[in-house]
T-cell receptor, first 109, second 115 residues
C-alpha cells in the first residue's frame, strides 16, 4: 500500500499566526482528503482535493498530484484550530483510504 | 439526521471476551468502513463495505468480523478480544465510496480497553 508522511509531527502557534502542513505520498493518489480531529476526538472532513487549490474561510489546501504532495494552509490561527490534522489518500480503484500519522497543532493565546 | 452513531462510547473487556461495536447511519450511504486509531498513529482501515451484503478487508482485519445486512447498519465483532485490540474505533460512511468526491462522515468513536 501507499505510504503517507506528514510534517511537521507537532506544531505550536500563537493565536493569529499562519502555518503550513505538508503531506507526501509514496505513490500517485486519485483521491486526497484532509481531516481535522478536534481535542474531543471528533473527525471532520476539511477538503477533498486530488489536485489544484481550494479555500474554505481561513483554511486552504493545494495538491500537486504530479509531485505527490499536498499542503494545508491555516491563516490567522485560532485556539479552536487546535487538534490533529490528517491527510489521507487512495491509489488505484480500491476503496481503501490510507491515513498519515497526523500533525498535532496547538494554538495558544 | 443523526449522522453516524456508534455505541457504546466506552467499553472494557477481559482477554478472550467477545463483543460487537455498533455503527448506524441515517444518510442512506452505500459505503461504510471501520478504522482503529492507536496513540500517535493515524487511522487504519479494518473492514469496509460498498453496499448491503458486500464487505471486504482493509489493512488490519485480523481478529475482527463484519457483516452488512442493511444499508444503515455495519457492526464490528471482536470474537476473542486481545490486549492488542485496545484502541479507539471509528465508523465512517460516505455516499459513493471512499474514492469518490463525497464527504466522509465519522462517528464519535468507541474507546475500547482490553485487560
Amino acid at each position: 500500500g501507499i505510504q503517507v508522511e506528514q510534517s511537521p509531527p507537532d506544531l505550536i502557534l500563537q493565536e493569529g499566526a499562519n502555518s503550513t502542513l505538508r503531506c507526501n505520498f509514496s505513490d500517485s493518489v486519485n483521491n486526497l482528503q484532509w481531516f481535522h480531529q478536534n481535542p474531543w476526538g471528533q473527525l471532520i472532513n476539511l477538503f477533498y482535493i486530488p489536485s489544484g487549490t481550494k479555500q474554505n474561510g481561513r483554511l486552504s489546501a493545494t495538491t500537486v498530484a504530479t509531485e505527490r504532495y499536498s499542503l494545508l494552509y491555516i491563516s490567522s490561527s485560532q485556539t479552536t484550530d487546535s487538534g490533529v490534522y490528517f491527510c489521507a489518500g487512495i491509489t488505484g480503484t480500491a476503496s481503501k483510504l490510507t491515513f498519515g500519522t497526523g500533525t498535532r497543532l496547538q494554538v495558544t493565546l | 439526521n443523526a449522522g453516524v452513531t456508534q455505541t457504546p462510547k466506552f467499553q472494557v473487556l477481559k482477554t478472550g471476551q467477545s463483543m460487537t461495536l455498533q455503527c448506524a447511519q441515517d444518510m442512506n450511504h452505500e459505503y461504510m468502513s471501520w478504522y482503529r486509531q492507536d496513540p500517535g498513529m493515524g487511522l487504519r482501515l479494518i473492514h469496509y463495505s460498498v453496499g448491503a451484503g458486500i464487505t471486504d478487508q482493509g489493512e488490519v482485519p485480523n481478529g475482527y468480523n463484519v457483516s452488512r445486512s442493511t444499508t444503515e447498519d455495519f457492526p464490528l465483532r471482536l470474537l476473542s478480544a486481545a490486549p492488542s485490540q485496545t484502541s479507539v474505533y471509528f465508523c465512517a460512511s460516505t455516499i459513493g465510496g471512499a474514492g469518490g468526491t463525497d464527504t466522509q462522515y465519522f462517528g464519535p468513536g468507541t474507546r475500547l480497553t482490553v485487560l
